[in-house]
């Protein structure tokens, strides 16, 4: 029953685009800054990974300073571990800029998938 009700509420969730306000500005010129958000509205939120440590919880965009170089970062559904597959994306981050990343959700047959996705800000308010 709970699979179906994930499977019914990713269906349902993934109606909405939204237009979430980003400060684009890096935090510092000795380290990244790296955003993560939502482009969807789904009916949970996500703890957020870098390097197997939450860095968030996401709701809003979060936004954090990074050490340069490569990192693994990933996205884990709240209250919905046993059913979701959460995929680990490298990404490379580089001292003074900012790196955004989506949250996406893909569903699949009796579970979900979610993978951090590294995008511009084109999808994005972005406000310096």
């Known amino acids: 029953m709970k699979k179906i009700i ?4 990713l269906f ?8 979430m306000p980003v400060i684009k500005t890096p935090i510092a010129i000795d380290t990244a800054t790296f955003v993560v958000y ?3 509205k789904y ?17 809003k965009s979060i936004r954090v300073e990074v050490r340069a170089g490569k990192h693994i970062v990933y996205a884990k559904p709240r209250g919905l571990n046993d059913i979701a597959i959460n995929r680990r994306t490298e990404l490379t981050f580089e001292n ?4 955004f990343a989506a949250v996406r959700v893909m569903p699949i047959p009796f579970a979900s998938t979610s993978i951090v996705e590294e995008t511009g800000a084109a999808d994005m308010q972005v406000v310096d």
């Not at 349902?12 to 237009?19: G, Q, R």
């Not at 009916?43 to 709701?59: C, E, Q």
């Not at 003074?96 to 790196?99: D, I, L």
């Open 6 to 9: 994930l499977i019914l509420s």
């Open 43 to 59: 009916f949970y939120s996500f703890d957020i990974y870098l390097d197997d440590k939450v860095i968030g919880v996401t709701g």
């Open 96 to 99: 003074g800029k900012t790196t």
């Open 12 to 19: 349902l969730s993934a109606c909405a685009m939204k237009t």
């Open 38 to 40: 939502l482009p969807m």
